[in-house]
């Protein structure tokens, strides 16, 4: 018990994951380069500084998966949820903090707990083999030196420097009175069917008013660090592609070859957009070749001009920026650690979540499942049926059967996500009226959201009185 254990990064995933550490009675050493060395993005040497926004988005925790997943992380003890709360400012229904408030109190609450101890100095390189338990919580701007020794450990091309995001739409919102299942030519390629890809058809008309419009469309800019950075051909922005010809998408991402129309037998589309499966619940679909730097208004107003996508809705809007992630699927396992080196663990955005509350949850779970190991105490896998699990579930590649019977299972490809319903097994009976009907329209989706959110609680409710470790506290 006297030796301790490593988190490297005092980011929002660092912060928690050492919280979760010493409240579990555990000694933790939290090492953080700055304000030795600092990066692009960051301003101050506090812990948890939030660069890009103040908001931790919704906490309504019965209407919103990020709200749920607020919850279930205050019923652990978070110190990020608690230190937002204590630093709450007016946002609506959102959770928005004082910026610097919060980062204050999270590096006083740290510095106070007499089993933290902060260190300050960039780790290059590989934590040293001595220290036997390590939780790597660097975040998309990790120091080249520890990202070219992730690399060397797992393989370069197991580190992705990832450029650029698609949106991606909920399944149930796609009208398949208009669009339809089909792979070109009907290839089923590894684990597919034939029919793996929801196609949305384009006239000539309805085309030449979408590229108009994705000209036209209001664009955000790079930050002056991110401004240099090149894009890769092979995920240009869909706007860019547009402006280079208006033919290009055509015979780009959104050929129409090799695909035929069920709705409009003997009719070719003059253009098609398709919509790949993105995990494996079958309940979110990505747009293929749709990554893009339009204002998310934008995206919404734009691609809901696409025949089929008229009332999508989207579990993440796309973008454009650097980023630094593991392909965790194949390199994590389900607590965590990196296969290659079980010494090491991962936290926060590194393993392939977006967003403040996602880094910080699992953070709290790294933390969790390190002082369990450290202590020799059972953490039973968490359900997927809670915000957290599946959470980590997405970003640890966790078997859930597909929503439908022989349909393909999930994404070829890892890309990070916020959480959302989408990523939650779904209902076994969806909600219906005192008399037994069907919900229809807004009532339907109220029900269904609060359902999941009951099943949730009940969920994390029993796992934790089965679980052999103490909830942190102050």
């Not at 398949?176 to 890809?197: E, I, L, N």
């Not at 589309?269 to 790949?276: C, E, I, M």
């Amino acid at each position: 018990m006297s030796k301790p254990i490593h988190v490297v990064g005092g980011g929002l995933a660092g912060s928690e994951a050492a919280w979760q550490i010493a409240g579990a009675g555990v000694p933790v050493v939290l090492h953080e380069m700055r304000p030795g060395r600092g990066t692009e993005a960051h301003k101050t040497g506090g812990l948890a500084e939030l660069v890009c926004s103040n908001s931790f988005r919704s906490d309504d925790a019965e209407a919103n998966a990020v709200g749920l997943l607020h919850q279930e992380m205050r019923r652990l003890g978070s110190l990020i949820i608690a230190k937002g709360d204590a630093h709450q400012v007016p946002a609506g229904g959102a959770l928005a903090v004082d910026r610097d408030g919060f980062s204050d109190a999270v590096t006083a609450a740290l510095e106070a707990h007499p089993l933290v101890t902060i260190e300050r100095g960039e780790i290059a390189g590989l934590p040293p083999e001595e220290w036997d338990q390590v939780i790597l919580a660097t975040g998309p701007l990790t120091s080249p030196a520890l990202a070219d020794a992730i690399g060397a450990l797992t393989g370069e091309t197991e580190l992705a420097f990832f450029d650029a995001i698609a949106p991606i739409a909920y399944r149930e919102s796609i009208d398949m009175t208009v669009a339809w299942f089909q792979s070109r030519y009907d290839k089923a390629g590894p684990g597919g069917t034939g029919a793996d890809y929801i196609n949305c058809p384009l006239d000539r008309e309805r085309y030449e008013s979408f590229v108009d419009a994705l000209i036209a469309g209001d664009k955000t800019s790079f930050k002056e660090w991110e401004a240099t950075t090149p894009y890769f051909d092979g995920c240009l922005p869909i706007e860019v592609m547009a402006e280079r010809g208006r033919e290009t998408l055509r015979h780009g991402p959104m050929k129409p070859v090799g695909l035929t129309n069920p709705h409009r037998p003997g009719e070719k589309p003059y253009a098609v957009v398709q919509l790949r499966l993105d995990n494996a619940l079958g309940t979110l679909f990505n747009m293929v070749g749709f990554q893009t730097k339009l204002k998310h208004g934008e995206q919404a107003r734009i691609f809901r001009m696409i025949p089929g996508l008229a009332r999508a809705e989207f579990a993440r809007l796309g973008g454009l920026h650097r980023n630094t992630y593991l392909n965790s699927p194949k390199l994590l396992d389900r607590t965590l650690r990196l296969k290659a080196r079980p010494s090491l663990r991962f936290a926060g955005q590194i393993t392939g979540c977006e967003g403040y509350v996602e880094s910080a949850a699992v953070g709290l779970m790294a933390g969790r499942w390190a002082a369990a190991e450290r202590l020799g105490r059972r953490v039973p896998p968490l359900p997927a049926t809670t915000a957290l699990g599946a959470l980590i579930n997405h970003i640890t590649g966790g078997h859930i059967e597909a929503i439908e019977p022989g349909a393909p299972m999930g994404p070829r490809s890892f890309q990070p996500m916020n959480v959302n319903f989408g990523l939650f097994p779904p209902l076994e009976r969806m909600p219906k009226t005192e008399d037994g009907k069907r919900l229809r329209g807004p009532m339907k989706a109220m029900a269904k959201k609060k359902a999941l959110t009951d099943r949730a609680r009940a969920a994390l409710s029993a796992w934790l009185s089965a679980a052999e470790l103490p909830v942190a506290a102050e």
